[in-house]
């Protein structure tokens, strides 16, 4: 079985790594000892007792927010050194062969069915996770799920949706993502989209949902998900939408998407993965809920986006576009190493094992051309630790030089979060111009040999004295 939310909570529980906190309230108690514990590298939380909510009604958080708790989702090892643990990842993404879900008649998530009038969603506690959020949000660690009228093709996306009311939940969903597409098929015929929403799905699943797993373009997400766990992930069929949901879900809802012209709401704002909040007065679409249904003893999955630090691993897995970039820049033969999110969706460092004098040009040049969502990226050699921030403004401070090391370029883009659009501009919802800037932090080429060494024993003499003289002993941080 494809490891369900409470297991991965039982699991970390087992590990030491599962903070139980009761009585803190929906607003904005739950919301600030999430952010607090996501800031400081703390354990996965578990909400219970929660004002105004029967006893076992629960709220899990901070769940995938360190990289050893993405590799367990995952059911990678959770040791495994980040720049193996990319390298491994890559190696099986460019190995895809995906497994169907397969359809089951019985799941706990029947426990509870509200069908209809019933159908309320106030039944469970959802909290306002940041300060300035427009209202609770249910929609942070959720698979929407949406099938394609035309091809059939069953599609997966996180998207947020805020409580408008026990019926009603907003969707906000960025129009370059594959869910967009399918939206826009039933809405062109001015038909509302049927739509199924797991709440608290399996920590997998989410993962792949939200796009931090690596699921290429035109992948169906279930089948990939059955090829990270190597055996299907088990689905119901939605009683009002035929939908699949995955059986192992907490909670779950269902309902329509109606044309935005037909009824739209404004939502938010929230807070945003970007660090910000995006204050818009644009209306969105909504959904109108026709059933729920949840487990006894239900658990919310809440994935709130907090500002972002250096170990933000809350979509931590590589990123779609990092994976994708790094394929397509090793397909046209480029030396490329790594490819890392510094700053997610802020700032990438592309590592190049330079072999030509033709490498470093070409990169940039497929840089200034990638359709990747990233304002700075920064190549460096392959002796800098991409992961540091401190080497790579070493490598740009001692190696850029700052007339010909500098390169913008101009692409489309349609991400509406962008923090730099205006208010105006966030209510576009056709690509406009994105600027980018590349920056050389390799070394030239041509001076390669008689560049400056750098100020570093080697390798071999410092794993060397490390054994000899012990140093493990009394220094941490490894050799
Ligand atoms: C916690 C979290 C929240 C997200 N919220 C949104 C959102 O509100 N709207 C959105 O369009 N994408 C959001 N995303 C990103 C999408 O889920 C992601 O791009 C996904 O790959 C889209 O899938 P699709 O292209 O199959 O529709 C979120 C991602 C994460 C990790």
Not at 73 to 96: H, L, Q, V
Not at 229 to 242: H, Q, S
Not at 366 to 394: H, K, T, Y
């Amino acid at each position: 079985m494809v490891t369900d939310l409470r297991t991965f909570l039982e699991e970390l529980d087992g590990i030491g790594d599962l903070k139980r906190v009761n009585g803190a309230g929906l607003e904005y108690e739950i919301g600030c000892i999430a952010e607090t514990a996501f800031h400081r590298r703390g354990p996965a939380l578990l909400f219970d007792e929660i004002p105004g909510y029967p006893h076992g009604f629960r709220v899990a958080s901070n769940l995938a927010s360190t990289r050893q708790r993405s590799l367990m989702a995952i059911g990678a090892d959770p040791d495994t050194p980040e720049a193996d643990a990319m390298r491994a990842w890559k190696a099986r993404w460019n190995s895809y062969r995906g497994i169907p879900p397969r359809v089951v008649d019985a799941s706990p998530l029947l426990e509870n069915a509200l069908i209809g009038e019933d159908a309320d969603l106030n039944r469970i506690p959802v909290p306002v996770w940041h300060e300035l959020d427009g209202g609770p949000y249910i929609g942070s660690g959720v698979a929407v799920i949406l099938k394609d009228p035309d091809t059939g093709f069953v599609n997966l996306g996180s998207y947020r949706l805020q409580v408008h009311d026990g019926k009603t939940t907003g969707l906000f969903c960025e129009p370059a993502n594959d869910g967009s597409a399918i939206l826009r098929k039933y809405w062109d015929k001015g038909q509302a989209c049927p739509v199924a929403v797991s709440v608290g799905p399996e920590p997998v699943v989410f993962l792949t949902a939200s796009g931090s797993t690596g699921c290429p373009p035109g992948v169906p997400e279930y089948e990939y998900v059955g090829f990270l766990c190597n055996e299907a992930v088990d689905v119901i069929e939605g009683r009002m939408t035929g939908l699949p949901i995955s059986a192992g879900s907490e909670i779950a809802f269902e309902g329509e998407v109606p044309p935005p012209e037909a009824e739209s709401r404004r939502e938010g704002p929230f807070g945003e993965w970007t660090g910000y909040y995006m204050i818009t007065s644009v209306p969105e679409p909504v959904i109108r809920v026709s059933a729920l249904y949840f487990r006894n003893d239900p658990i919310l999955f809440g994935a709130p986006p907090f500002k972002p630090h250096r170990e933000s691993y809350a979509f931590s897995l590589p990123m779609r576009s990092m994976t994708g970039l790094w394929s397509r820049l090793e397909k046209d033969g480029l030396p490329v190493t790594r490819v890392t999110d510094l700053v997610k969706m802020g700032a990438v460092v592309v590592s190049v094992d330079q072999k030509t004098p033709d490498d470093v040009p070409r990169i940039i040049r497929a840089l200034q051309e990638s359709r990747a969502p990233c304002r700075i990226n920064i190549l460096v050699d392959d002796d800098v630790n991409p992961e540091d921030p401190i080497e790579v403004f070493w490598a740009l401070g001692t190696r850029l030089d700052a007339g010909e090391g500098v390169h913008r370029s101009t692409v489309q883009s349609a991400w509406r979060l962008d923090p730099l659009r205006t208010a105006e501009e966030r209510e576009i919802r056709e690509p406009i111009p994105y600027r980018r800037l590349i920056l050389n932090g390799c070394r030239p080429f041509e001076r390669m040999k008689e560049f400056s060494p750098v100020n570093r024993f080697s390798k071999e003499r410092r794993e060397a004295t490390w054994e000899k003289w012990r140093l493990g002993d009394w220094l941490q941080g490894g050799r």
